[in-house]
């Protein structure tokens, strides 16, 4: 069984477009992370969430929203995508809060046309 | 920003000890020394962790000089599998680091294992 998983793996969509891409971990994992890896392939925290605690990169627009409707799934929601959105995303998992070895996912590719 | 210095690329002969060297000359005394790697289209995935002492174990060994100022990865034998971009990575480990933040990663060294 994968640890860490996301759907879709490749997510085409048009600009202004609102999506979710979904991630689940059967880890028991308490913190979940979300990753964005531009197209020069740096990858970059965008937020982590523990035990209903939201911590967010100052640098994510407001457009980019995670929800998390149990300890075992943190979903991204994207509103009005801009081209610049265009990237891989991964999500990943931990034990604990704060340093612990983090798990991901495959990672999901978001193209805006 | 990343506190690790790392070569862009490192070439290894399979079957051969890869050596990845890091630099960390501002780790500080709380913080741990991380080592990721990231194979074509997949997600990074963990190799190995150490505070002060070398570790191994069974994918690699991680070698950390006396004054915690640079490390060493080390691949035993490279396989084929192998070739990715090997991230190093300093923070504080357990719950101590406070709050859920996540890995800082910077550019790291793709390693090519050569046939």
């Known amino acids: 069984d994968t640890a860490v998983s996301q759907t879709p793996k490749y997510l085409v969509t048009q600009m202004g477009n609102d999506k979710s891409i979904k991630c689940e971990q059967n880890?028991?994992?308490?913190?979940m992370y979300w990753y964005k890896q531009d197209s020069k392939k740096f990858l970059k925290i965008m937020f982590s969430?523990?035990?209903?605690?939201?911590?967010i990169n100052e640098t994510v627009p407001n457009r980019f929203s995670p929800k998390s409707p149990d300890k075992a799934h943190l979903n991204l929601h994207i509103n009005s995508l801009e081209l610049g959105d265009s990237a891989v995303y991964f999500c990943?998992?931990?034990?604990?809060?704060?340093?612990?070895?983090?798990?991901f996912g495959a990672g999901t590719r978001l193209s805006v046309l | 920003d990343a506190k690790t210095t790392q070569p862009p690329s490192m070439d290894c002969a399979e079957g051969r000890a890869a050596n990845l060297p890091c630099n960390h000359s501002?780790?500080?005394?709380?913080?741990?020394v991380y080592w990721y790697r990231q194979i074509h289209s997949q997600g990074p995935q963990y190799i190995i962790h150490g505070l002060k002492n070398n570790e191994t174990n069974e994918m690699a060994s991680l070698i950390i000089t006396e004054d915690r100022k640079s490390s060493t990865l080390i691949l035993p034998h490279a396989t084929l599998r192998d070739t990715a971009v090997y991230y190093c990575?300093?923070?504080?480990?357990?719950?101590?680091?406070?709050?859920?933040?996540?890995?800082?990663f910077g550019k790291g060294t793709h390693l090519i294992i050569q046939p």
């Open positions: 990575i300093v923070r504080v480990a357990g719950n101590s680091g406070g709050g859920a933040d996540g890995l800082t």
């Open positions: 501002t780790i500080s005394g709380n913080e741990y």
């Open positions: 969430y523990n035990n209903k605690e939201l911590i």
């Open positions: 990943a998992s931990s034990q604990a809060a704060g340093g612990d070895i983090q798990y």
């Open positions: 880890l028991g994992h308490d913190t």
